[in-house]
């Protein structure tokens, strides 16, 4: 079956540690996106890439790093700096240009 | 930068009535994609929207982009408990640029 995977569905991390969550597709995409869900914020954009060993940071891309080794992976890993990084972490990816996303199950963080 | 609004924040309705939910952009919408997000899960398509006037229909629900191309609606007929969720409408950035931009989503509730 193709489609976009995010692992762990949960993720409970102590205040101070890096985090690294998963995101993995089989789709061919070129492009894929990070972005992160707040109540009441909708989806906001924290780093995209378009090609492998390239990425561009989005709006809120303090506290975070990405890498994109091969083209059907794209791991997020939430730092230490991130002031407040509890939130739901969507994962998506889509053909080169305009064109629908697809997006993963979700990863949601809880730091403690 | 393209922003989309979307009203209401949030819907209560009882089954079997009929609902709207809107979607205004501050510029020209080249794409325009609704979205249906189950709480605590990943985003489902469920249709794109590129020209003026154009009108697309799943299942229940009925999308339209008006012919100026700010303002998409989406309308649900003969609303039941499994449209509860939140949605979103998304659309391709103006200027050239893909990446897309998300409203707030409307979170609607059915009850039965």
């Known amino acids: 079956d193709g489609g976009i995977t995010q692992s762990p569905k949960y993720l409970f991390r102590k205040e101070g540690q890096n985090v690294t969550l998963s995101c993995e597709q089989n789709l061919n995409h070129d492009a894929m996106y990070w972005y992160r869900q707040d109540p009441g914020q909708g989806l906001r954009l924290i780093y995209y890439?378009?090609?492998?060993?390239?990425?561009q940071k989005g709006d809120i891309a303090e506290g975070y790093s990405v890498s994109r080794e091969k083209k059907e992976s794209f791991p997020l890993t939430v730092t230490s700096a991130q002031k407040n990084p509890t939130a739901f972490y969507l994962c998506a990816s889509s053909p080169l240009g305009p064109d629908t996303q697809y997006f993963g199950p979700g990863t949601r963080l809880t730091v403690l | 930068s393209q922003e989309l609004e979307q009203s209401p924040q949030s819907l209560i309705v009882q089954e079997g009535k009929n609902l709207t939910i809107n979607c205004t952009s501050s510029k020209t919408l080249y794409g325009l994609y609704w979205y249906k997000q189950k709480y605590g899960e990943g985003l489902i398509f469920l249709m794109m929207?590129?020209?003026?006037?154009e009108e697309k229909s799943h299942e229940k629900i009925t999308a339209k982009l008006d012919e100026k191309k700010q303002q998409s609606s989406l309308h649900i007929t003969a609303s039941q408990p499994s449209h509860a969720g939140i949605y979103l409408c998304g659309a391709d950035g103006s200027g050239g640029s893909y990446i897309p931009t998300f409203g707030r989503g409307t979170s609607l509730i059915v009850h039965p």
């Open positions: 890439s378009q090609i492998v060993n390239d990425f």
């Open positions: 929207l590129q020209k003026g006037g």
